[in-house]
Antibody, heavy 119, light 111 residues
Framework: EVHLVESGGDLVRPGRSLRLSCAAS????????MHWVRRPPGKGLEWVSG????????DYADSVKGRFTISRNNARDSLFLQMNSLRVEDTAFYYC????????????WGPGTLVTVSS | QVVLTQPPSASAPLGASVKLTCTLT???????IAWHQQQPDKGPRFLMR???????LKGDEIPDRFSGSSSGAERYLTISSLQSDDEAEYHC?????????FGGGTKLTVL
């Protein structure tokens, strides 16, 4: 059974950094592209970043480009999101999601971890 | 760029059927979309992919009560025999040159 579990969410001051992790199990992690999606309070889902199976391609939403870095460790079935220069508007639940083979669709999601950026 | 529009809310009685709508912007009517269900305090759950020809690709163990369809620039999710735990937010999602895009979500209330 596919499982994705995020961790690392916390309350931080604006301008600080935070690193999120996602532990994957139940599938061959090293053949799937993985993504981060967030949901700010009272708003809809927003795609944040994605990385392909061998880390050769990374992609970012304009709102986080230059501040966030996605990475993965296939030996440890783990996905990461390094978030620097955090802003109040980055406050959200952050979800890791698996991209289905063939592209386009996120077919498994984690339960999420909450990041709160506040002074 | 593609934009997905969803009504913010919908409601229907227990045991009834409801049809939720996701509308693609003009010029993007050939796009496929995905439907995701998000129950309160949980992560999203993939329900199905709806192609522009109406063909479906359902997620693992999604009940037959959940079905999808397509007409022009609109993509639909129909839930029949509504149950209390169908009360959730339903998000549509697409992808392409605009990367990955979500609609604003529809909050479904089961009366």
């Amino acid at each position: 059974e596919v499982h994705l579990v995020e961790s690392g969410g916390d309350l931080v001051r604006p301008g600080r950094s935070l690193r999120l992790s996602c532990a994957a199990s139940g599938f061959a992690f090293d053949v799937y592209d993985m993504h981060w999606v967030r949901r700010p309070p009272g708003k809809g889902l927003e795609w944040v970043s994605g990385i392909n199976w061998d880390s050769s391609v990374e992609d970012y939403a304009d709102s986080v480009k230059g501040r966030f870095t996605i990475s993965r460790n296939n030996a440890r079935d783990s996905l990461f999101l390094q978030m620097n220069s955090l802003r109040v508007e980055d406050t959200a639940f952050y979800y890791c999601a698996r991209l289905r083979s063939g592209g386009g669709v996120f077919d498994y999601w984690g339960p999420g971890t909450l990041v709160t950026v506040s002074s | 760029q593609v934009v997905l529009t969803q009504p913010p809310s919908a409601s229907a009685p227990l045991g009834a059927s409801v049809k939720l709508t996701c509308t693609l912007t003009s010029g993007h009517s050939a796009y496929a979309i995905a439907w995701h269900q998000q129950q309160p305090d949980k992560g999203p759950r993939f329900l199905m992919r709806v192609n522009n020809d109406g063909s479906l690709l359902k997620g693992d163990e999604i009940p037959d009560r959940f079905s999808g369809s397509s007409s022009g620039a609109e993509r639909y999710l129909t839930i029949s025999s509504l149950q209390s735990d169908d009360e959730a937010e339903y998000h549509c999602q697409t992808w392409g040159a605009d990367k990955w895009v979500f609609g604003g979500g529809t909050k479904l209330t089961v009366l």
